[in-house]
Every structure is written in structure tokens, then in C-alpha cells.
Antibody, heavy 119, light 109 residues
């Protein structure tokens, strides 16, 4: 079955960096777009970034563009999110999400990893 | 901008409820790519409706989706206690990007 396991979350000071990973299994990773979606404590969901199945196309939410970089290693079935210049408002649970194929949706979600940005 | 959902709705077991999700012609109104997610406390969201009105396998047919103009709707009929959860809508906007609503808390009375 589809499994998405995020790791790399933790507490970090403002202005520092963190890299999240998402290990995927149970499906052909290199045939799906992959997303990061986050949820601040007690708040709604916010789409963060997407990468195409081959990693050549990447799009970002305005709130993270220029600070976050999404990438993937299809040989390792792993998705990444490099987060630089972190701010308090980046505090959230970060979910790794598989896109649909051929459906247009965000289909399968990991359990999430918590990132806390605080001095 | 985020899509607009009511903060909360409630209903009694067996009743039907509808949750609205209002956007603009640039998101909800411009594409038939609205999805809905159910999220229980402390859990990851679960896809329950995609492409406005399609249900993934395993999702009960008590859950249905529709769209009119710039507003999408999720209807849950025959409410059950286990339906109590947060519900989130999302719409494709462009360039593979998506926008979410603020989420709606459903209380089963």
C-alpha cells in the first residue's frame, strides 16, 4: 500500500535552515507529482510547493518562494523540502502528499512532521 | 486568497448537512478540480471527493460534491457520529498550484 513517511522536523531558531524528507513506497514514485502542504497549529491547510514527476517543474506558494526549495530523488523514492530563512510563521506540521494520476488532486498524505520556529 | 468556508456546521445523526466553499473565477469557478478532505483530530487529511464530485474507492456514497459558479459544496447525508471532523476544500488555481479553504468543523449533535 502507499506509504509516505516524513522526517526532519524539529525546533529551529528564526533565520536558520531545515531540510525535510519524505520516503515513499508502495507505488511508482517517478510517475507522480509530489506536493508539500502545511498546517499551522489550530489552522487550516496551506499548499506549499509541488514538483513534477521528473523533478523538472517546480512551483511554490508566494509565502515561501525564494526561501524554500522542493526537490526529489527518483532513484531513492524520496521527496525533499529545503527550508531556509525560517520565520515564526513557518511553524506548522508539514505533510508530504502524492498527486493524482491521471486524476487532478492531491491524493495520498503522509502523517506529517512538525516544524517549530522559535527563539 | 484562501477559499471561504464556514467555520463550523452541525447536524444530528441521520440528517444531511452541506458545507460551502467559495472562491473566484480564477480558482473554483475556473476549473473542475475541487477536492475535499476529511481530517480527524491529530490525523492526516483524507481525500473524500476529487474533481468536484468524484469519490475515491472506499468513501461512502453518503459523501457527495457539487459546484455552481464560484462555489463548491460538500454534502454529507445520513450523518453518523464518525463524520465529526474538520473538512477542507481545495481548488487548483494555475501552474500546478492549489489554494485551500480555512476548514470547517463539523459537529454531530
Amino acid at each position: 500500500q502507499v506509504q509516505l513517511v516524513e522526517s526532519g522536523g524539529g525546533a529551529v531558531q528564526p533565520g536558520r535552515s531545515l531540510r525535510l524528507s519524505c520516503a515513499a513506497s508502495g507505488f511508482n514514485f517517478n510517475t507522480y507529482a509530489m506536493h508539500w502542504v502545511r498546517q499551522a497549529p489550530g489552522k487550516g491547510l496551506e499548499w506549499v510547493a509541488v514538483t513534477s514527476d521528473d523533478g523538472n517543474l517546480k512551483y511554490y506558494a508566494d509565502s515561501v518562494r525564494g526561501r524554500f526549495t522542493i526537490s526529489r530523488d527518483n532513484s531513492e523514492n524520496t521527496l525533499y523540502l529545503q527550508m531556509n530563512s525560517l520565520r515564526a510563521e513557518d511553524t506548522a506540521v508539514y505533510y508530504c502528499v502524492r498527486g493524482g494520476n491521471p486524476t487532478v488532486t492531491m491524493e495520498c498524505w503522509g502523517q506529517g512532521t512538525l516544524v517549530t520556529v522559535s527563539s | 486568497s484562501a477559499l471561504t468556508q464556514p467555520a463550523s456546521v452541525s447536524g444530528s445523526p441521520g440528517q444531511s448537512i452541506t458545507i460551502s466553499c467559495t472562491g473566484t473565477s480564477s480558482d473554483v469557478g475556473g476549473y473542475n478540480y475541487v477536492s475535499w478532505y476529511q481530517q480527524h483530530p491529530g490525523k492526516a487529511p483524507k481525500l473524500i471527493i476529487y474533481e468536484v464530485s468524484n469519490r475515491p474507492s472506499g468513501v461512502p456514497d453518503r459523501f457527495s460534491g457539487s459546484k455552481s459558479g464560484n462555489t463548491a459544496s460538500l454534502t454529507i447525508s445520513g450523518l453518523q457520529a464518525e463524520d465529526e471532523a474538520d473538512y477542507h476544500c481545495t481548488s487548483y488555481i494555475s501552474d500546478s498550484a492549489w489554494v485551500f479553504g480555512g476548514g470547517t468543523k463539523l459537529t454531530v449533535l
